[in-house]
């Protein structure tokens, strides 16, 4: 806390420009039952994401508006529109059902670079009937059996190239019947697969969508294993609601919008956020396929002409990394909101979207248990750096004591959600009795820690397993960390508790330097007396290691689990989400 309030200072007519106008009148009059019926149902049992998201727009003068602008990473660009995507998608439901035997229920899973036939693929399994489970590009062959083994999958959407990284693995999974390539080129594919090109031109664009009830699984996440082994997070087909509705009051997306977000379908923020809540709005994505790089990133929304940006904390400090001198090169004039998610966003890359962009960066939180934003900041409200914002109108989070009871505000304790809302997940694949161990005196134990203030903004404290406890305090490792790396030499941070005999628990920080910094022990003081005069001498850092980068997930999220096993020779765990070095 201890931040200064971003003040939006806005007008009437500010405010009406935005979807949610008045917080607390959206709020008090949100119910997911009237939200519901702003999308399209099969009637009042039965819904299909994948016709909310596409075919629903077919009706409207949405019809031939760009649905994607998608760039290659050489920068080739490939345009579709609604109708292209409806056409395409029906196209892909009848290779699947025609030639892989798909039906309703059937796990189909694609491990595929981030190209247009992953959305197409993404949203025709949806209407055969199919449960998705996007893998990330990146994954090794043991990730991609992990998953692909424990949900049964029967049929693999790749390409050559990911194929071959992969074909170790392939004997080991006796439930895939089927392959089908995404060649995007000329190459054969390998007896008994099915290639995508040929397959797609050969099939009807006619399919009668599989009219999915709203309980239906529709969607399987694995979660990005930043604490443990990966779970599959099960979603339904009437997630969408929830998708619909916070892509409308969260991100704000609106008729005219070029919407950028930059999560990779591999994760539940690239499916939400980077498919369904998009489309379903009926909202244009410009998508890129590459990676993260600091002056391809600012090109692209310059040349697209980006309004509005979802990205993740440890882009935004990639971007800090590279200074406040690239940014001039380009033009963000049409960037109008921008916001955050993954991890905690520390409070000084707030005020560095506000410097670069002129405009903060509005943090949200959610899980991919959660499967929508729970928590959020909106563009009508004054922004707390630091805060993960105030509620989602028909969300009920509350923070909890060890006993599941609720606490006041000011008090930290266990973040929990009152169940109910349409996109929160329905089981963790065949872990039935994992998934209601989340659940204890009515709520949803996040396992996160939090608090909330007397104006109903929630604080990120840390990960309940990463809280460390000090010589009889607890300290939340985010606070210390956005402390860390508001010092000038330091990029990157990483904090965790270090066993000790005496105090319980040590705090040791792990701290990346930026460019023209140099470890030596007098910069270790120099951070050490910065965090105690900013928070306190129980807060700083006993110990501090300098090292050339944080390990992290593929999402970008720092694995103190990792850090930890490390400083203790423990061993490491589950490491299949980690990024290469
Ligand atoms: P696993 O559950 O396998 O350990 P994970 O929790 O990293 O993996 P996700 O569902 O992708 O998997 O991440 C959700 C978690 O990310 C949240 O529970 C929280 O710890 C963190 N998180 C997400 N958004 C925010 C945010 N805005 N502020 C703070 N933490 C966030
Ligand atoms: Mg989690």
């Given at each position: ?138 994954f090794g062959p043991e990730a991609v059996k992990d998953r692909m083994f424990d ?83 099960v979603h339904v087909h009437q997630a969408v609601i929830g998708h619909y509705a ?23 923020t690239g499916t939400s956020y980077g498919i369904f809540g998009p489309w379903s ?301």
């Amino acid at each position: 806390m201890g931040h200064p309030t971003i003040n939006k200072n806005l007008t009437k007519q500010d405010t009406a420009k935005h979807n949610l106008n008045n917080y607390e009148e959206i709020r008090g009059d949100f119910s997911w039952d009237k939200i519901s019926r702003k999308i399209d149902w099969f009637d009042n049992e039965h819904i299909n994401i994948a016709h909310v998201a596409i075919d629903s727009h077919l009706k409207t003068e949405r019809k031939n508006k760009k649905a994607m602008i998608w760039e290659s990473k050489k920068g080739a660009v490939e345009e579709y529109t609604f109708a292209d995507m409806a056409r395409l998608t029906n196209k892909f439901a009848n290779v699947l059902v025609n030639e892989a035997g798909i039906v309703k229920g059937d796990r189909v899973f694609f491990f595929l670079e981030r190209v247009p036939e992953i959305y197409i693929s993404i949203l025709g399994t949806l209407k055969a009937g199919g449960v998705i489970g996007p893998l990330f590009s990146a994954f090794g062959p043991e990730a991609v059996k992990d998953r692909m083994f424990d949900s049964r999958a029967k049929v693999l959407v790749t390409s050559p190239s990911l194929k071959k990284k992969i074909a170790e693995i392939l004997p080991e999974l006796p439930c895939l019947e089927k392959i089908i390539i995404v060649n995007r080129g000329n190459d054969s594919v390998d007896a008994g697969d099915i290639s995508y090109e040929k397959a797609i031109e050969d099939a009807s664009e006619q399919f009668d969508i599989v009219k999915t009830h709203k309980e239906d699984y529709a969607i399987m996440h694995y979660t990005s294993g930043t604490t443990g082994k990966p779970k599959g997070a099960v979603h339904v087909h009437q997630a969408v609601i929830g998708h619909y509705a916070t892509a409308k009051y969260v991100l704000d997306l609106q008729e005219n919008d070029m919407y950028w977000c930059t999560a990779d379908p591999g994760w539940v923020t690239g499916t939400s956020y980077g498919i369904f809540g998009p489309w379903s709005n009926g909202i244009t994505q410009a998508i890129y396929e590459g990676g993260f790089s600091t002056k391809k990133w600012y090109s692209f929304i310059e040349r697209n002409k980006v309004t509005v940006w979802y990205t993740a904390p440890t882009a935004v400090r990639m971007l800090m990394k590279s200074g406040e001198e690239v940014p001039k090169e380009y033009c963000f004039d049409s960037l109008r909101y921008m916001c955050s998610v993954g991890e905690p966003l520390n409070p000084e890359a707030v005020f560095w979207g506000e410097k670069v962009f002129g405009m903060p960066f509005h943090d949200n939180w959610w899980q991919t248990e959660t499967g929508a934003i729970m928590i959020a900041n909106y563009p009508v409200q004054d922004v707390k750096p630091g805060s993960m914002g105030r509620p989602f109108p028909g969300i009920y989070p509350g923070i909890l004591d060890d006993q599941f009871n609720e606490l006041p505000a000011g008090v930290e304790g266990n973040l929990a959600v009152k169940p109910g809302w349409p996109s929160m997940f329905r089981t963790y694949w065949e872990k039935e009795e994992l998934y209601q161990s989340c659940f204890k005196n009515g709520w949803y134990i996040t396992g996160d820690k939090a608090q909330k203030d007397e104006d109903g903004y929630f604080w990120f404290v840390g990960r309940a397993d990463d809280v460390i406890n000090t010589a009889g305090h607890l300290v939340g490792p985010f606070e210390v960390e956005s402390v860390l790396i508001e010092h000038p030499a330091v990029a990157e941070a990483g904090v965790i508790g270090k066993p000790d005999p005496i105090v319980m628990e040590v705090i040791k920080a792990f701290v990346s330097l930026k460019v023209g910094h140099e470890p030596s022990e007098e910069l270790m003081h120099d951070i050490k007396k910065f965090v105690t005069k900013r928070l306190s001498s129980v807060a700083s850092p006993r110990e501090i290691e300098f090292i050339p980068s944080l390990p992290k997930t593929r999402s970008g999220k720092i694995m103190r689990r990792l850090l930890k096993a490390k400083e203790l020779g423990l061993p490491l765990g589950d490491t299949s989400t980690l990024e290469d070095d």
